[in-house]
């Protein structure tokens, strides 16, 4: 076990009430041309939980927010915590029936859905008809201050009262996984676990008071939500969203608002380097930190990072859903260090790599990589079978990837879980993927991999069989064009082919291995 977990607040709400304690008066949020400062927003998380009250919203219940980076997605979420109520975080990417799924199997009392976004209404692509739990769906963008001024002074009575009882165990959170099964999984996170977790790692990658953090990594992703405003609130930096990585946007908030730490994958800082190429002078002297991950990292850019965009803390890490950061680099670690490990435990953590026996590893020997202690989640929703098959009768949370823990206790990933692939910075498992052609009615049976690309690191490509009744007209484009209606973007294949069948071992099942390249 590496060190121990830091004196940190027991929930959200408390770190967010610290927060304003502590730095009052200094900015905690910016959002074009606006700032609050801790204290406001902190005032103004009590009111939405108010108007939560007034909605009829109780401690236990669950909310989900189906909206990008905004200053309300914030505000939603801390109002939700302070009444009690757990949030459900929705990938934007998801389409309708991907959400309403998930909203219904978290039995969801309220829905925050962004009135436009991407050329698409989110609120009216939810029908509460379907959702029997489903009070009400506010459109985020839109419709905030008027669902805020609902609350009253009796609710922000009953918000107190609230705010008082809860406590570091209760749920923060229900973030859905897919998992290998194909099936997304409700990950339980309490509040005591998400921000020490958090707290933990900010003091690793050296995120410090008065930083001004811009965070691209979506808010509905652990990086975004939890590594991102949550450690921000816990550290005393300053948020600034940002709602898609746009470069020119990037630069301007970067120059204008004195940005020093952002997170995300290697392109985001190869983008800043080609800036510094252009023809255009560039002020990226506030840069101080970089966080990086999901995607592997070249010690030349770690380099460049550090001598031409001047961040001398470049970190690299490792983690998932079900336990949050698992291990980080240091901010003093060299470039092959941050290039080739994802570091070393956490505080209050310990990790082995075991063989198929269980038997742990000595340093240098590939297994599977196992983690015990504080953050590993309480489990999943509703799912204590798939909860029973992750976390072992010693507190042992099965991560199903492979790594080699060196002689400092470094971790290095040498392979991923037998199927998922990062398409983008988001997981992808090919079992989800199938499930949903399944659905095709022409498709008989199908399997798919993950394929290089070159913008977005690997893509899916399904091997479809069709039905013999399926008819002419069914071709790879038209599949194409089906999925781009059933799945998220960056699930869909970009590429089918039709085969006459699958590869299979003697039990049947679909040897993979035979449809690589």
Request: aromatic share 6%; net charge negative.
């Amino acid at each position: 076990m590496t060190g121990e977990t830091g004196n940190w607040p027991q929930t959200i709400p408390a770190a967010a009430r610290r927060a304003a304690e502590r730095w009052p008066d200094a900015p905690a949020l910016i959002e074009g041309k606006r700032s609050w400062t801790f204290a406001q927003v902190w005032a103004e998380a009590q009111s939405a939980a108010a108007a939560m009250v007034a909605s009829g919203l109780q401690s236990g219940d669950r909310v989900g927010i189906w909206a990008p980076n905004t200053r309300e997605w914030i505000l939603a979420a801390l109002g939700a915590q302070c009444v009690g109520a757990a949030i459900i975080p929705l990938n934007t990417r998801f389409t309708a029936s991907e959400a309403k799924d998930i909203l219904r199997r978290s039995s969801a009392r309220l829905l925050f859905a962004a009135g436009d976004f991407l050329g698409r209404d989110y609120s009216q692509e939810i029908d509460g008809n379907e959702l029997p739990s489903l009070i009400e769906t506010i459109r985020i963008d839109s419709e905030w201050s008027a669902f805020v001024a609902r609350g009253s002074e009796d609710d922000t009575s009953t918000v107190s009262a609230a705010i008082d009882t809860l406590s570091g165990s209760d749920i923060s959170d229900i973030m859905f996984t897919s998992g290998t099964t194909g099936k997304p999984k409700g990950v339980l996170t309490s509040h005591r676990q998400a921000v020490a977790t958090f707290g933990n790692w900010a003091e690793r990658v050296d995120l410090r008071e008065g930083d001004v953090y811009l965070i691209v990594n979506p808010f509905f992703h652990t990086f975004g939500y939890k590594a991102g405003w949550v450690a921000a609130l816990v550290r005393g930096a300053t948020i600034i969203p940002q709602q898609t990585f746009d470069v020119p946007q990037t630069v301007r908030l970067i120059e204008q608002h004195g940005v020093s730490f952002i997170p995300g994958p290697p392109t985001i800082y190869q983008s800043l380097l080609q800036e510094l190429a252009g023809g255009k002078p560039r002020d990226f002297s506030s840069l101080r930190v970089a966080v990086t991950g999901a995607a592997p990292v070249a010690p030349e850019l770690v380099r460049r990072m550090r001598s031409e965009l001047g961040m001398r803390g470049v970190v690299n890490g490792y983690g998932m859903t079900e336990c949050g950061a698992i291990s980080m680099t240091c901010k003093d670690d060299d470039a092959e260090t941050i290039a080739n490990t994802c570091g070393c435990p956490l505080p209050g953590l310990e990790v082995r790599c075991i063989d198929e026996a269980g038997r742990e590893l000595p340093p240098g020997e590939a297994g599977e990589i196992v983690v015990r202690g504080h953050s590993v989640m309480q489990g999943y929703l509703d799912d204590p079978e798939a909860t029973a098959e992750t976390i072992d009768a010693e507190g042992w949370l099965h991560t199903g990837d492979i790594g080699i823990l060196d002689e400092r206790g470094y971790l290095k990933i040498t392979d991923r879980k037998k199927d998922m692939f990062i398409c983008g910075g988001f997981n992808v498992y090919p079992a989800e993927v199938e499930r949903s052609l399944a659905e095709h009615p022409a498709i008989s049976a199908c399997a798919v991999i993950g394929i290089a690309d070159e913008r977005l690191g690997e893509v899916s490509k399904a091997f479809v069989v069709l039905r013999k009744d399926a008819g002419g007209d069914v071709d790879e484009a038209s599949i194409i064009a089906w999925a781009r209606k059933a799945m998220a973007n960056y699930k869909v294949p970009r590429e089918v082919e039709l085969v006459e069948d699958l590869p299979r071992n003697a039990a049947g099942k679909v040897v993979k291995a035979e449809l690589r390249p």
